[in-house]
């Protein structure tokens, strides 16, 4: 059956900066080509002359993990695949499911119990895959799938597998694209560190290319119970509201690190309450709802300026998932101030005081 090719999606758009074979499937659920937005009131909070929002979670399954999922996935299909597995906060395993359910793989996913947010639960039952929920939390998951994708013949879809981190460059040369410039700070939350890894090779890549002048310093932004790089060690019981960052050995630690070092930049740790104040900041006032672990990237942002540690230039935040994904903590955030009305005008008048 033959199928029409794909119009759009990263293996389309940037089959050329990607380890495609002539084997390779273009397959495409839509990812990439993300919308980057001027911040409209947060920026004054600054001190940058420019913040621009990166929405990674308008890719298809609501975050970043489609653009190097995409790119596993299709790699996994070439290589004759019949099965993939990651582990998960939540985002890789909703990214992995909808991947295996379009190319008809066999998917499993191990999350850390109690731990994963209820949109992304939903997105991996819909899917279709077969969850694993471990008695542990995300690092032993992952040391878990490592193994038994070394005994058993399934691919292995976290970003220890490079197609991962190939396909995530993308997003950098696309704001490279859109801005006609590297920025000149790149924020960003650092979970398992694989994200800050692939843009710092994004935009390495794109001043090769010549696409880019500058380097952006990489500024990096772990959760303060979850800091492990910050902290110079492991967190064996790592603790944030931000599930999606909730992790204390991240695999790509030495990509961060030479992220950081390479660029100038830095990695440092915002509270819950930094996240959380940022989360609200960016519903309320930019019209944005974000996930918690994506807002930590604004948290850092809004903590530097506090401290005089930023004098203007232009920074792209990205925010890496979408709040649908965490109703309990929205719904813990606010307290809904919803009035009750006859469904008549006279009725809904009187409940605005009108
Ligand atoms: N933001 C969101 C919404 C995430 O889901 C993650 C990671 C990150 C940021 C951090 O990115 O791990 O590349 O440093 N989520 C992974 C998951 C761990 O399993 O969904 P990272």
């Known amino acids: 059956m033959s199928r029409p090719s794909v119009q759009r ?3 389309h758009r940037w089959g050329s900066i990607l380890p495609l074979t002539e084997n390779t499937p273009l397959i495409s659920l839509g990812e990439g080509d993300t919308p980057l937005v001027r911040s409209a009131q947060i920026e004054a909070m600054t001190g940058l002359d420019e913040l621009w929002f990166k929405l990674e979670m308008c890719n298809p399954t609501g975050s970043f993990k489609d653009r190097g ?6 790699k996994a299909v070439e290589s004759g695949a019949k099965a993939i597995m990651c582990a998960s906060t939540g985002n890789t395993s909703a990214s992995a499911a909808a991947y295996a ?3 008809g793989l066999e998917s499993f996913v191990l999350v850390p119990g109690g731990k994963v947010a209820a949109g992304k639960m939903a997105q991996a039952v819909a899917f279709g895959t077969r969850i694993i929920e471990v008695d542990g939390n995300f690092d032993e998951a992952l040391r878990a799938a490592r193994e038994i994708t070394d005994k058993h013949p399934i691919a292995l879809v976290n970003s220890v597998n490079s197609f991962r981190i190939q396909g995530q460059k993308t997003a950098a040369f696309e704001i490279c694209e859109t801005l006609g410039e590297a920025p000149d700070i790149l924020a960003i939350p650092v979970g398992n560190a694989g994200n800050i890894t692939a843009y710092w090779r994004g935009f390495g890549e794109c001043a090769e290319r010549e696409l880019a002048t500058l380097h952006p310093k990489m500024y990096g932004f772990q959760a303060a119970g979850a800091a492990p790089i910050v902290l110079g060690h492991p967190v064996e019981q790592p603790h944030t509201v931000a599930t999606a960052i909730r992790i204390g050995n991240p695999a790509s630690w030495q ?11 830095l990695i440092d740790a915002v509270t819950d309450d930094e996240i959380l104040e940022a989360y609200r900041l960016l519903a309320s006032k930019e019209g944005l709802f974000c996930e918690p672990a994506s807002a930590a990237s604004v948290a850092g942002l809004l903590k530097l300026a506090r401290a005089g540690r930023i004098q203007g230039g232009r920074a792209v935040a990205i925010l890496t998932g979408n709040g649908l994904k965490d109703p309990d903590t929205a719904s813990r955030q ?14 809904v008048e009187r409940a605005l005081g009108l």
């Open 9 to 11: 999606g990263v293996l």
């Open 69 to 74: 999922m995409v790119m596993a996935v299709a």
């Open 101 to 103: 359910a379009r190319c």
């Open 255 to 265: 990509g961060a690190v030479g992220a950081r070092d390479e660029s100038g930049g």
């Open 334 to 347: 606010y307290t809904p101030d919803i009035a009750k009305a006859a469904a008549t005008v006279e009725g």
